[in-house]
């Protein structure tokens, strides 16, 4: 996935986490592993095992992501997901 690719991600969730429609559990699946990625407090230390403690991160990062969308009503990610490729298309950038 390019870059392009995980800015759509990006927007797809932020789409998806302002969707009313969109249960409040599934919202908290993603919303809770991103206060452990803010807080101070880490798993793997990013300084004592170097390279490491950033990929757990980045391995959480992506995990909540993918559960978040498969939480979420296939029928909502596909219509943000055409909302999404049509204001590209608009814009020039497809």
Known sequence: MGVR??????QLIWRLLRDKRVSPLAKMVFLVPLVYLILPYDLLPDIA????GQLDDLLLLVLTC?????????????EHKAQIAERARRLGLR
């Open 5 to 10: 690719g995980v800015l759509n991600v990006a």
């Open 66 to 78: 993918r559960l978040f969308l498969a939480l979420c009503p296939n029928e909502l990610v596909l």
């Open 49 to 52: 095992i170097p390279g490491l």
